[in-house]
T-cell receptor, first 109, second 117 residues
Framework: GQNIDQPTEMTATEGAIVQINCTYQTSGFNGLFWYQQHAGEAPTFLSY????GLEEKGRFSSFLSRSKGYSYLLLKELQMKDSASYLCAVRGNFNKFYFGSGTKLNVKP | DGGITQSPKYLFRKEGQNVTLSCEQN?????MYWYRQDPGQGLRLIYYSQIVNDFQKGDIAEGYSVSREKKESFPLTVTSAQKNPTAFYLCASSISWDPSYSNQPQHFGDGTRLSIL
């Protein structure tokens, strides 16, 4: 079966850096995506990794190690508006996407 | 402005009733998906369609049905056989099943919240 694990909840302080981890075991791998989802809203795309290494996009960076089945999302200079759930998703075979349960990030002043 | 439109935003179902959730996209995407999200949980795949007139069951298809008669439309029917339908339903699309587009993310609609009366 497919398995994608993320921590359930994290808390961090405004202005700090936080790392959200994701480990996965899926049948087929065609890329890993991170999405942000505010409560009651649709997920929005943050980043994509398919090769090992770090991808940087402004305050957000994402890292992938395919051999370890591991990724993380790094958020720098945290802002209150970053309080949301962060979903890790793997594109498997046949263009199917598998999602983790999401990590709820609480940013406090 | 291209996107995915889901309607209605809120829906109530009576016992024994079938209800249909609408999903329309004008992104010219080949693939469309339906997910269910329960409180504090991730997205679970109900059905997906890679191309018009074709669709496949996802992980939790029981009690649901879909059709894909047009490229832009992928309605989901929640039947009376689905005993616990209360959830947030999200429709998504992606450009193609073709691996050359593997870096393209899914796009999501704003969701439909379904409750039981």
């Amino acid at each position: 079966g497919q398995n994608i694990d993320q921590p359930t909840e994290m808390t961090a302080t405004e202005g700090a850096i936080v790392q959200i981890n994701c480990t996965y075991q899926t049948s087929g791998f065609n890329g890993l995506f991170w999405y942000q989802q505010h409560a009651g809203e649709a997920p929005t795309f943050l980043s994509y990794n398919v090769l090992d290494g770090l991808e940087e996009k402004g305050r957000f960076s994402s890292f992938l190690s395919r051999s370890k089945g591991y990724s993380y999302l790094l958020l720098k200079e945290l802002q209150m508006k970053d309080s949301a759930s962060y979903l890790c998703a793997v594109r498997g075979n046949f263009n199917k996407f598998y999602f983790g349960s999401g990590t709820k990030l609480n940013v406090k002043p | 402005d291209g996107g995915i439109t889901q309607s209605p935003k809120y829906l109530f179902r009576k016992e024994g009733q079938n209800v249909t959730l609408s999903c329309e996209q004008n992104l010219n995407h080949d693939a469309m998906y339906w997910y269910r999200q329960d409180p504090g949980q991730g997205l679970r795949l109900i059905y997906y369609s890679q191309i018009v007139n074709d669709f496949q069951k996802g992980d939790i298809a029981e009690g649901y049905s879909v059709s894909r008669e047009k490229k832009e439309s992928f309605p989901l029917t929640v039947t009376s056989a689905q005993k616990n339908p209360t959830a947030f339903y999200l429709c998504a699309s992606s450009i193609s099943w073709d691996p050359s587009y593997s870096n393209q993310p899914q796009h999501f609609g704003d969701g439909t919240r379904l409750s039981i009366l």
